[in-house]
C-alpha cells in the first residue's frame, strides 16, 4: 500500500516545495547617512535662484589679517582683503524600478516589492549616492597623510590631527574611513601604550549623525561608510575634515499637476514619481534628486591613504 507521503502530495499539487517568509530580509548594504555631520556645510537650495550653481564666497576675515605696529604720528596703509570661492553645481541624481502588474498583484509582503517597498528605498539609495560624492572628494586635499600598501595606524590618525592642527582648524573633527581602515585603526589602537581615549557613539549621537557614526577617538568624530573610494585597487582614502571642510546644496523638484503619483518625503530632497505603462502593464518608480558638493576649504580636509 502507498504511503500518502509529502513527495506524492508535491507531485500532484497539492504542497508547495517551499514557501515565502512573510516578510523581506534586506540584502546587506551600507544604509548610514554622513549629510548631519558637520564637516558638511549645507549651503541652500536653487530652488528659485535661476542657476544649477552656488557659489560660496571665501573671505579672509575673522582673524586673517592681524594689527602692526604702527609709528607715532605714521599713517596705516591699507591692506586688501583676501577672497575666494567655491562652486557647488547641482545635477539630478537618479534611480528607477518597473514593477510588472503581475509581480504587483502577486506580492505577499506589504512594504517590500511594491510600489510602496520601492518608494520607500530611494531615501536611502539617496543617502548612498550622497556618502558616494562626498567620498570621492578624498583624493582632492593638498595635504595626504599614510602610503600604500601600509595598514591604518594610530600613528597616521595622529599625522591628519597635526596636519589640521598646524593649518589653525578650529572645531571638532571627522574622520571618515572606509570600514577596513577602521578595523586596522582599532587593531593599531589595540597596542597603544598610555591614555586613549575611544569613546563608542551612543543612541542619541546615532540618532542625529547617522548610523555611519563610530564615536570619538583623540576627540576625533569617527564615521565609517563603504564608499570610501578605493585608489589603483591597492589602497583605501578615506578623510579627515574640519567642520564646514566641504559645502553641498540641494534642489527639490515640485510635483506636476496631472502627472503620476508623486511622493516627496518630509525634511528629504527626494521626489518619488509613479508612471504608468499601461500597454506593457508595467508602474515606474522612479526616484529623483538634486545634488551637488564641492570642497569649499582646502585646509580644512586631510586625504588618509592606507592598504586594502
Known amino acids: 500500500m502507498a504511503n500518502i507521503d509529502f513527495a506524492a502530495l508535491e507531485s500532484g499539487g497539492a504542497r508547495l516545495a517551499a514557501m515565502l517568509y512573510q516578510s523581506i530580509v534586506m540584502k546587506l548594504a551600507d544604509t548610514g547617512s554622513l549629510r548631519n555631520a558637520p564637516c558638511f556645510l549645507n549651503v541652500g ?3 528659485g535662484s535661476g542657476s544649477d550653481s552656488i557659489q560660496v564666497p571665501v573671505v579672509g576675515l575673522n582673524g586673517t589679517d592681524i594689527m602692526a605696529a604702527v609709528a607715532d604720528g605714521s599713517a596705516v596703509s591699507n591692506t586688501s582683503i583676501t577672497s575666494a570661492a567655491a562652486t557647488v553645481a547641482v545635477a539630478r541624481q537618479a534611480l528607477r524600478y518597473d514593477l510588472t502588474d503581475l509581480a504587483r498583484v502577486s506580492n505577499s509582503v506589504a512594504g517590500g516589492v511594491d510600489l510602496e517597498g520601492l518608494s520607500n528605498a530611494m531615501v536611502a539609495a539617496f543617502n548612498g549616492r550622497f556618502n ?7 583624493g582632492g586635499f593638498a595635504t595626504q597623510v599614510g602610503s600604500t600598501g601600509n595598514d591604518l595606524t594610530t600613528d597616521k590618525f595622529y599625522d591628519a590631527i597635526f596636519a589640521l592642527q598646524l593649518s589653525s582648524v578650529m572645531g571638532e573633527y571627522h574622520a571618515i574611513l572606509h570600514p577596513q581602515q577602521y578595523n586596522d585603526l582599532m587593531s593599531s589602537l589595540r597596542a597603544e601604550v598610555g591614555p586613549a581615549q575611544y ?3 551612543n543612541q542619541e549621537q546615532t540618532n542625529a549623525l547617522g548610523a555611519s557614526y563610530k564615536g570619538k577617538l583623540f576627540g576625533v568624530n569617527v564615521h565609517v561608510s563603504s564608499y570610501v573610494p578605493s585608489v589603483g585597487g591597492t589602497d583605501y582614502r578615506g578623510m579627515m ?8 546644496a540641494l534642489g527639490t523638484p515640485a510635483p506636476i499637476q496631472a502627472a503620476g503619483g508623486v511622493i516627496i518625503p518630509a525634511g528629504a530632497p527626494i521626489a518619488v514619481e509613479w508612471e504608468r505603462d499601461a500597454a506593457s502593464g508595467l508602474t515606474k518608480v522612479v526616484g529623483s534628486a538634486f545634488v551637488g558638493v564641492a570642497e569649499l576649504q582646502d585646509l580644512k580636509g586631510v586625504g588618509i591613504l592606507s592598504d586594502l
Open 45 to 47: 537650495s536653487i530652488n
Open 132 to 138: 558616494q560624492m562626498v567620498c570621492a572628494l578624498s
Open 199 to 201: 569613546l563608542m557613539a
Open 241 to 248: 575634515l574640519g567642520e564646514g571642510a566641504i559645502a553641498y
